[in-house]
């Protein structure tokens, strides 16, 4: 990487560690009872398949825990690093894996990767364009490195370093947000689109760092500066051109990490974080009415929006507030009622981009086998990625070992799924803190995929 590139990437890690948390110190599993109490849950695993109204304070939850007959903790099998390009099969549950960049090494004619590493951008950010075909590679690539979606050879490289995210449903497409416009993209012919330009509006962002376009392609929520320099957010529609209400985000409570717009575009979600180091979350109408304030610290987070069976908007992630604290739960976003869908585990980040399988969610596991042998009661996964339905029945598929050792916030797993779910993609130092960090890609099948 560049020393022009370097800086930005180390402020933006920053800032994101500031925002988005680093890995948790849990407590000794055996003196959180009172966290599991009342809970139950019923595990299947396969292996190998691999509104209106007044703001209220949304509280309650729903899920029974029974476990009787958990799954064993599985040690993380020692194998050699593979090498770039290399395919191989986890030896515990068969699902192959291919490291698809390489550290330090070029990725053809005008790419090459920093030293340190070569990854996916985040858990929660499409990896993959809609119909799969490339795969894009963000942080120490200096810009944006392309890859084959399938066989993940290099394709091309554009030295782009602003906000840009897939579109869900048009494959060419990226959707861009400098800081004072916003820009359809395309980056195989490099060109841009201009469809949003405010005269009003400065310092606009994408989250930042974190946010998506609603699943239809539609809208997005933006972050800016309005004429008198006051931090707000609003709604945005790409495809009517229209803008919704401002959000005061300067008024609320504590500081702003980001906001996001809902998977069905009808809410943007904002989340702060009060002097105390409290995360709280608060729920908008996209015309700017709020419907819901979730007090309680980070209840969810490190999570992701999806559309429940019902139709309805829900944000999935990792609890760190009784009484579901450490647990990974679902919670409504119009009125706030929370479903637990695990025991309490070393869950660090929850991602739902299979957008195109909807009712899953694929989960990155950190902790390590020490902590987890002993932890009864406790969900019995550590550097694994486990994919989880979200109706709460416990079914699961535990599809591959992670082999990372967190040491800072690019070595964490982050898992995230291709849009059809049949791919997914994790960082990992192979069990090297401070070590050169690569990117891998699972292969799953799915009984009912078709061919």
């Known amino acids: ?41 019923c595990l299947l695993v396969l292996l190998p398949l691999g509104l209106a109204g007044p703001a209220t304070e949304g509280q309650s939850f729903t899920g029974s825990v029974t476990f009787p007959s958990r799954p064993a903790v599985v040690a993380t099998p020692a194998i050699p690093r593979p090498a770039y390009l290399q395919t191989v099969r986890d030896p515990v549950f068969g699902t192959p894996f291919t490291r698809v960049t390489d550290p330090g090494g070029r990725l053809g004619k005008d790419m090459a990767c920093d030293e340190e590493m070569c990854r996916h951008r985040y858990s929660s950010t499409q990896a993959w364009n809609a119909d799969q075909s490339l795969l894009v590679i963000t942080n120490g690539c200096s810009g944006m490195c392309f890859l084959d979606g399938r066989t993940y050879r290099p394709l091309f490289h554009r030295p782009m370093g602003e906000e840009c995210k897939w579109h869900p449903t048009r494959a060419e497409e990226m959707v861009c947000v400098y800081d004072d416009r916003v820009t359809l993209w395309w980056p195989r012919t490099d060109e841009h689109q201009v469809v949003y330009r405010p005269d009003d509006y400065s310092d606009l962002s994408f989250g930042p760092y974190k946010g998506n376009v609603s699943a239809d392609g539609r809208r997005l929520a933006l972050r800016a500066r309005d004429a008198t320099g006051m931090l707000v957010a609003f709604a945005y529609d790409l495809e009517e051109r229209r803008k919704f209400p401002d959000i005061p985000v300067a008024a609320l409570p504590g500081e702003n990490g980001y906001c996001g717009i809902s998977a069905t575009g009808r809410f943007v979600m904002c989340f702060q974080t009060l002097p105390t180091g409290r995360e709280t979350v608060h729920v908008f109408t996209v015309d700017g009415e709020l419907i819901q304030v979730w007090p309680e610290h ?48 070393y869950a660090s980040h929850a991602s739902v981009r299979n957008i195109r399988r909807p009712g899953w969610v694929f989960l990155s596991y950190e902790g390590s086998y020490d902590k987890v042998k002993e932890a009864s009661g406790w969900a019995p996964f550590y550097r694994e990625i486990v994919a989880l339905r979200i109706d709460g029945s416990g079914e699961l598929r535990r599809i591959v070992h992670t082999h990372n050792d967190v040491s800072d916030y690019y070595s964490e797993i982050h898992a995230s799924p291709s849009p059809d779910g049949s791919q997914v993609i994790w960082s990992s130092n192979w069990g090297e803190p401070g070590g050169p960090v690569a990117d891998y890609v699972a292969r799953i099948d799915w009984p009912d995929a078709k061919p």
């Open 298 to 345: 980070h209840r969810p987070g490190h999570g992701d929006m999806a559309i429940d069976e019902d139709g309805r908007d829900v944000y999935i992630g990792i609890s760190k507030a009784d009484p579901d604290k450490w647990h990974v739960i679902k919670r409504r976003l119009e009125d706030g009622s929370v479903t637990v869908l695990t025991p309490p585990g």
């Open 1 to 41: 990487m560049s020393t022009l590139h370097r800086p930005r990437l180390i402020r933006r890690a920053t800032a994101m560690q500031r925002q988005l948390g680093t890995p948790d110190s849990r407590p000794d599993p055996g003196c959180t009872s009172a966290h599991v109490r009342g809970l139950a849950l």
